[in-house]
């Protein structure tokens, strides 16, 4: 049996342990950490409360770690001491704007290499030009992407590296 399951179109990890899903089993201690042992870790830099919860249960499910940060600022200093292997960034978000996080990102030679998802309300093409231009891997409006789409894209861009 291979590492990973694909179902409905989502690639799963699987346990190393007992080649369930993270979803699918009742986690030993000794499964958990056997699949955690390998988890990228996706930053969720997001004002809102909720859809940063759903979107982490929903990384999780996948294996996934995800940190959660519910501004500007709070990405910024969690940045200062950790690299997430992935970012999804809001734009509109209180004390540090998305754009300004994003640039600061990639003028960061430490930070500029991990790829960036804008995952925003602006659908400007001026918005997604600029966000381009500071080095955002991809660009998502939320009106017009499921989480089901943004989880398969995010298996993608880290499978790639």
Same mark, same amino acid.
């Given at each position: @049996?291979?590492?990973?399951?694909?179902? +409905?179109? +989502? +690639?799963?990890?699987? !346990?190393?342990? !007992?080649?369930?899903?993270?979803?699918?089993?009742? #986690?030993? =201690? =000794? !499964?958990?950490?056997?699949? @955690?042992?390998?988890?990228?870790? &996706?930053? &969720? $830099?997001?004002?809102?409360?909720?859809?940063?919860?759903? &979107?982490?249960?929903?990384? /999780?499910?996948?294996?996934?770690?995800?940190?959660?940060?519910?501004?500007?600022?709070?990405?910024?200093?969690?940045?200062?001491?950790?690299?997430?292997?992935? &970012? #999804?960034?809001?734009?509109? @978000?209180?004390?540090?704007?998305?754009?300004?996080? #994003?640039?600061?990102?990639? #003028?960061?030679?430490?930070?500029?290499? +991990?790829?960036?998802? $804008?995952?925003?309300?602006?659908?400007?093409?001026?918005? $997604?030009?600029?966000? =381009?231009?500071?080095? /955002?891997?991809?660009?998502?409006?939320?009106? =017009?992407?499921?989480?089901?789409?943004?989880?398969?894209?995010?298996?993608?861009?880290?499978?790639?590296?």
């Amino acid at each position: @049996m291979s590492e990973y399951q694909e179902t +409905i179109g +989502i +690639i799963t990890r699987l !346990c190393l342990t !007992c080649k369930s899903t993270p979803y699918d089993h009742k #986690l030993s =201690r =000794r !499964c958990y950490y056997n699949l @955690m042992l390998d988890s990228k870790i &996706i930053l &969720i $830099v997001e004002d809102d409360r909720f859809l940063s919860s759903l &979107i982490k249960a929903r990384l /999780a499910k996948e294996g996934y770690e995800a940190a959660q940060a519910f501004d500007g600022e709070e990405g910024r200093q969690y940045l200062k001491t950790k690299k997430p292997d992935l &970012i #999804l960034l809001d734009l509109i @978000m209180p004390k540090v704007p998305g754009f300004e996080l #994003l640039e600061q990102i990639s #003028l960061d030679p430490n930070l500029n290499k +991990i790829p960036v998802v $804008v995952l925003t309300n602006l659908a400007q093409e001026s918005d $997604v030009k600029k966000a =381009r231009q500071l080095g /955002a891997t991809e660009y998502f409006v939320k009106a =017009r992407v499921s989480i089901d789409d943004l989880v398969k894209r995010v298996y993608n861009l880290l499978n790639k590296q």
